[in-house]
C-alpha cells in the first residue's frame, strides 16, 4: 500500500496544476505575439491607446508620488522573496536529509517561471507597444535625407535657438526642464490627435557610470516603465537623454520615434533651459553627418563657446565611465542590436540614426515654430495647413 501512495504521489507531480497552467497560457500568447504579432492599427487602438494610457496614469502617480523609484523597489522586493525562498528550500532539504545539490533543478525551474512571468509583464506594460504603427506613416512625415539648402536653414534656425536661450538658460533648473518637456510632450500628442498619456513629472538618476559604462546614457526600464539616466552626466546632457526617455515613456518604443519626441517637446517647451538643451542636441545630430570635415570644423566654431563646452562636456564624461574593452562593447552592441530586431525593428541600433529624419519631415510639416523651409510645398495630410 505504500508503494502504491508513492506511486501515485509520482504520477500526480506530472499533472498540470492550476499554475503550471497558468504559466503555460502566459508562455502561448508570448510566443504567439512574438510569431505573429497583431496588426499596427489593433495595437494602436487596443494597446497604445488603451490600456497602455490607463496603465500609465497609474504608473505615472505613482512615480511622481514616491520618493524613491518603483524599479528599485520591485527590485528590492524580488530580491527578498528569492531569498527567502531559497532558505526556506535549504532547511527543509537539511530535514529531509538530502543533497544541497537538489537546490539545481528547483533554481532552474524558478528560473523558468519568473522568465515567463517577467516576460508576459514586460509585454503587457511596454514591449507591445513595438508593433505600434510607424509615426512617420501615422503623422504622413516626408523623411527624405535633408538637401543642402534645407540643411543650412535648419542649422541657422538651431543656432538662432540657442542663440536666444543660451544665456537665459540656467543649468540649476534641470528639473524644471524635464517638467516643461514632459508637459509640452504631453501637448503635442494631444495636437496629434492621440489621447492623453500621464507622464511623469521627474527622471530618476542611476548611480555615477551605471550606464554610461555600456556606453548607454539612460534607459526606460521596462518591469516599471521608469526614465532613467546616468548620474554622472551635467545637466545639458542629462536633459537631453532625459527628454529621449520621456518618449519612451510616452509609448513610443523604437529609438528613433523616442527621438522624434523629445527633440519636438524640448524646442516647444517653456524653459530656456530645455529649449537650449535640445536644440543643441539637435544641432549637434545635423552636423555630425557633415561628410565634409572642413565644414564640419565650421559648423562646430559657428557655436558660442559655452555651448561647444557643454558638447565637450558630455564627452569627456561618457569617455571617463565607459569600460573600454572592445569585446565588452561588442557583445553590448549585439545583444541591444538583436534585441530590437527581435522587436520588429529590422534595422536595429541603427534605428538611432532614422530620428534626425523623421524630425526633418516634422520640421517640413511644421510641428515646431521654426522656419519651415522655403523649398517645400504643402505635405498632403499635413493637420497645420
Known sequence: MRQLANRETVKKRHYITPWRGVLLALLTVECVWLIAPPPGAFVDRWY???LYRWVMAGVSALQNASPVSLTSLLLTGLVAFLIFTLVRIS???RKDARSRWHLLPWGLGLLAQWMILLGFWMLLLWGAGYQRTPVAERWVLNTEILSAAESAQLEAALLEIIGDTIEKAQKTDRDEAIVAIAVAMEQLLLERGENAIQLPRQVRETPAGLFLATSTGGMCVP???????DGAYD???FTQVAAHELGHVAGYNRESEATLLGYLAGLRAENSFARYAVALDIYMDLIRRTADPAAYRVAWERLPLAAREDVES?????DHYRIKIALFQRVGYHVYDTYLKAQGIPEGMANYSVGLRLFSG?????????????TMLPIKGDRHE
Open 362 to 374: 516634422a520640421w517640413r510639416q511644421g510641428l515646431i515654430e521654426i522656419s519651415r523651409p522655403e
Open 235 to 237: 545637466p545639458v546632457t
Open 223 to 229: 518591469v516599471a516603465v521608469e526614465p532613467f539616466v
Open 48 to 50: 497604445s491607446q488603451g
Open 314 to 318: 558630455g564627452w569627456k564624461i561618457a
Open 91 to 93: 532547511r527543509k532539504l
